[in-house]
């Protein structure tokens, strides 16, 4: 059974520093990986999908990385903003059917 | 994007009452739909995938009975949570996808608050 782990479960930093959210899961058979993010009571904003053939994806200030062997992504924020607060959530989908399973999520807070 | 409007926002019911929760792909049809809860500090789980004009398919653990899905046209699913109770409080969102391997769009979500 696909298990997907977020480490941290929460972080809280300074406006302007770059930071890592970091995401492992257990089977690396996974069609592609996403990342999103989620406003407290909201639904989920997609941030970047990471086909399992690639290696990396980049959108703006946001950077995401796959190591499909080794079962690990990782997601850089650059200079961070306080408007960065939210929880971020990754997840996999083991076929391209985009049943998602998610991650614990990591709660970031940016203060100013 | 493509866009998933999910309706209600939020709905309180009181106990032993059905509530009806919407999903529509606005812009695009929509072959398959995920119905997602999370309860507080958890994450999501995914608790059945609905394809358009066959029976949803229920992740072990959920009450079929309980949760009925309807995937009657390619813009629609719906979820009807029956006889509700409080511990059914939760957030529920759905997802929709086009196609094998695009990406799948998500709802606003409903929170749901049994009482």
């Known amino acids: 059974k696909q298990e997907v782990t977020q480490i941290p479960a929460a972080l809280s930093v300074p406006e302007g520093e770059n930071l890592v959210l970091n995401c492992s899961f257990t089977d690396s058979a996974i069609y592609n990986l996403q990342w999103f993010r989620q406003d407290p009571g909201k639904g989920l904003t997609s941030l970047l999908l990471i086909q399992s053939s690639q290696r990396e994806q980049t959108s703006g200030r946001l950077n995401a990385s796959l190591d499909k062997s080794s079962g690990r992504s990782t997601l850089y924020i650059a200079a961070s903003q306080p408007g960065d607060s939210a929880t971020y959530l990754c997840?996999?989908?083991?076929?391209?059917?985009?049943?998602?399973?998610f991650g614990t999520g990591t709660r970031l807070l940016v203060s100013p | 994007g493509a866009v998933v409007s999910q309706h209600p926002s939020w709905v309180i019911c009181k106990s032993g009452t059905s509530v009806k929760i919407e999903c529509r792909s606005l812009?695009?049809?929509?072959?398959?739909m995920f119905w997602y809860r999370q309860f507080p500090k958890q994450s999501l789980m995914l608790m059945a995938t609905?394809?358009?004009?066959?029976?949803?398919?229920?992740e072990q653990g959920v009450e079929k009975d309980k949760f009925l899905i309807n995937h009657a046209s390619l813009t629609l699913s719906t979820l009807t949570v029956t006889s509700a109770h409080p511990e059914d409080s939760s957030f529920y969102i759905c997802s929709a996808s086009g196609q094998t391997n695009t990406e799948a769009f998500f709802g606003q979500g409903t929170r749901l608050t049994v009482v």
């Open positions: 609905s394809n358009e004009g066959s029976k949803a398919t229920y």
């Open positions: 812009d695009f049809q929509a072959t398959t």
């Open positions: 997840a996999v989908s083991p076929t391209g059917f985009q049943k998602l399973v």
